[in-house]
């Protein structure tokens, strides 16, 4: 996609401070960091979302991610991380070509995740269940 921020960046178009590149992937610090050493990392495929990438992007992916994530702690000293993704609007994704957050975490940091669980009523659980196993 010729006007999607990441495209622009993963192509050189906009300068960004890059950690990792590959054949598939671009990783560089966010910006708009939730802490220092925040990292994003983007296939060089436009996709919008985490399903819409191939299987063999799919399949590097986590790998990269965990190794930049021990190298995000290494180097601030934080001793934990969150990986996190967004997939459409209502989930919270802002630019809509896929990326993986890595995070690096502290004890108050101030960010919170907040989640409000709900409940199952009678028999929801195992229909729902039926449902996603058919769908695989």
């Given at each position: 996609?010729?006007?999607?921020i990441f495209c622009r960046?993963?192509?050189?178009?906009?300068?960004?401070?890059r950690?990792y590149e590959?054949?598939?992937?671009?990783a560089?610090?966010?910006i708009?960091?939730v802490n220092r050493g925040?990292v994003?990392?983007v296939?060089?495929?436009?996709?919008?979302?985490?399903t819409d990438?191939?299987?063999?992007?799919?399949?590097?992916?986590?790998?990269?991610a965990?190794r930049i994530?021990r190298?995000?702690?290494?180097?601030?000293?934080?001793p934990d991380?969150?990986?996190?993704?967004?997939?459409g609007?209502?989930?919270?994704?802002?630019v809509f070509?896929h990326h993986?957050?890595?995070i690096?975490r502290?004890v108050?940091d101030?960010?919170?995740?907040?989640?409000?669980p709900?409940?199952?009523?009678?028999?929801e659980?195992a229909a729902l269940?039926?449902?996603?196993?058919?769908g695989?």
């Amino acid at each position: 996609m010729g006007d999607c921020i990441f495209c622009r960046i993963v192509r050189g178009e906009i300068p960004s401070a890059r950690v990792y590149e590959d054949d598939l992937f671009v990783a560089f610090l966010d910006i708009r960091p939730v802490n220092r050493g925040h990292v994003l990392i983007v296939p060089r495929v436009h996709a919008e979302r985490v399903t819409d990438l191939p299987e063999d992007v799919l399949a590097r992916e986590l790998p990269l991610a965990a190794r930049i994530a021990r190298a995000v702690v290494a180097a601030t000293g934080c001793p934990d991380f969150n990986l996190f993704n967004t997939n459409g609007a209502p989930s919270g994704q802002e630019v809509f070509h896929h990326h993986l957050h890595v995070i690096p975490r502290r004890v108050g940091d101030g960010l919170r995740m907040s989640i409000a669980p709900e409940s199952y009523g009678e028999g929801e659980a195992a229909a729902l269940a039926g449902g996603i196993r058919k769908g695989l």
